[in-house]
């Protein structure tokens, strides 16, 4: 779990989340656009995750990708979470390569694997999480752009 406490923590957030069949990413974000919190977690977890997370977060949205499983995911929401959440859907095309950059940015190489070309080096875990960081950043862009 990655978590940062290190802003006001009852300011609003929003959380993100990339559905899949498989894995989630999710991530909170405040309206600072300070990550606090980012997880990639099983499919089954996914809605437990959530319910704690907003237990833990003044989360006032949900943002979620428009792609794959997202509409069998926005149904299932509405009908499990405890408290109805509001859901927007944001267009999450070319957000699986824009966290492998991003997860270079987060987490940069040391040592030999500094001197790797960024195209050649692997990413040691899935990206969902950082893709989850991104449907927030491009639902507060669409407000402000």
């Given at each position: 779990?990655?978590?940062?406490?290190?802003?006001?923590?009852?300011?609003?957030?929003?959380?993100?989340?990339?559905?899949?069949?498989?894995?989630?990413?999710?991530?909170?974000?405040?309206?600072?656009?300070?990550?606090?919190?980012?997880?990639?977690?099983?499919?089954?977890?996914?809605?437990?995750?959530?319910?704690?997370?907003?237990?833990?977060?003044?989360?006032?949205?949900?943002?979620?990708?428009?792609?794959?499983?997202?509409?069998?995911?926005?149904?299932r929401l509405s009908e499990t979470l405890i408290e109805p959440l509001r859901?927007?859907?944001?267009?999450?095309?070319?957000?699986s390569l824009e966290a492998r950059d991003r997860y270079w940015q987060m987490?940069?190489?040391?040592g030999f694997l500094s001197l790797v070309p960024q195209s050649l080096r692997?990413?040691?875990?899935?990206?969902?999480?950082?893709?989850?960081?991104?449907?927030?950043?491009?639902?507060?862009?669409?407000?402000?752009?």
């Amino acid at each position: 779990m990655h978590t940062d406490s290190s802003s006001l923590p009852d300011q609003p957030t929003i959380l993100g989340f990339d559905p899949g069949r498989l894995k989630c990413g999710i991530a909170v974000m405040g309206v600072d656009r300070i990550v606090k919190y980012h997880q990639v977690v099983s499919e089954s977890d996914a809605i437990a995750e959530i319910e704690t997370l907003r237990q833990t977060f003044p989360v006032s949205l949900l943002v979620m990708g428009n792609q794959t499983t997202s509409k069998n995911w926005k149904l299932r929401l509405s009908e499990t979470l405890i408290e109805p959440l509001r859901i927007v859907m944001v267009d999450e095309r070319n957000s699986s390569l824009e966290a492998r950059d991003r997860y270079w940015q987060m987490y940069p190489p040391k040592g030999f694997l500094s001197l790797v070309p960024q195209s050649l080096r692997s990413i040691p875990r899935p990206v969902d999480d950082i893709v989850a960081i991104l449907l927030i950043e491009r639902y507060l862009e669409r407000l402000v752009g």
